[in-house]
């Protein structure tokens, strides 16, 4: 069944909403009510779209993983055709991402502290990180690496803490040195890469 236009884009402006609110203020501080007042939709059209606050967080997580996603892959691409190359560009997502005003870390992380395991938002974190790992864990593989499993796991790790220590410190060195830590890993010899 097809929506029609304003359907389409009521629903899109909720979801614009969580986005911004969501990411801003946490998920916990951001009420129902707020959400719809700030889109403004009416109650029924934003249940209609989103039957519970849960729905729509979980719409939201895929939103930025869409996103963010694109911006791992993008930069990634950027660095050229090795994927050592590659591995190490990724992280040039990392240092725009600490630099863009507001910047309040990663949303995954962000939604993982404010929810249970095994809700469906905390499932959607670990298939976000589940499926990075993976992308990155192929990268080394191409690369070459002696224990790709490994050396992509100090690389999430390393993202993760770029992200985090971003959003704390407030201080977009912290992507700098990541994005310097994961050259060192990922360009050391053999026997010291990763274990």
């Known amino acids: 069944m ?3 236009p304003a359907s389409t884009s009521a629903r899109q402006r909720v979801l614009e909403t969580a986005f911004r609110l969501f990411y801003a203020r946490g998920i916990r501080a951001v009420g129902v009510d707020l959400l719809i007042a700030e889109s403004g939709v009416a109650k029924a059209t934003f249940y209609k779209h989103f ?14 993983d ?25 992280f040039d997502a990392l240092t725009a991402a600490c630099r863009r005003d507001g910047y309040r870390g990663c949303g995954f992380l962000n939604a993982a502290a404010e929810t249970q395991p095994g809700t469906p938002v905390h499932d959607v974190v670990l298939e976000h990180k589940r499926a990075v790992l993976a992308w990155i864990t192929d990268l080394a593989t191409r690369a070459g690496a002696h224990r790709p499993a490994a050396l992509a796991r100090a690389l999430t790790l390393l993202l993760d803490g770029g992200l985090a220590s971003g959003a704390l410190d407030a201080d977009p060195d912290a992507a700098r040195q990541a994005a310097a830590t994961a050259r060192e890993l990922v360009h050391a010899p053999v026997d010291d890469r990763a274990a």
């Open 51 to 64: 039957p519970t606050k849960e729905t729509l967080v979980v719409a939201y997580l895929r939103e930025v």
């Open 2 to 4: 097809a929506s029609t």
């Open 66 to 90: 869409r996103i963010w996603t694109g911006q791992l892959h993008a930069a990634a691409s950027a660095a050229g055709e090795d994927p050592s190359d590659q591995l190490v560009g990724l």
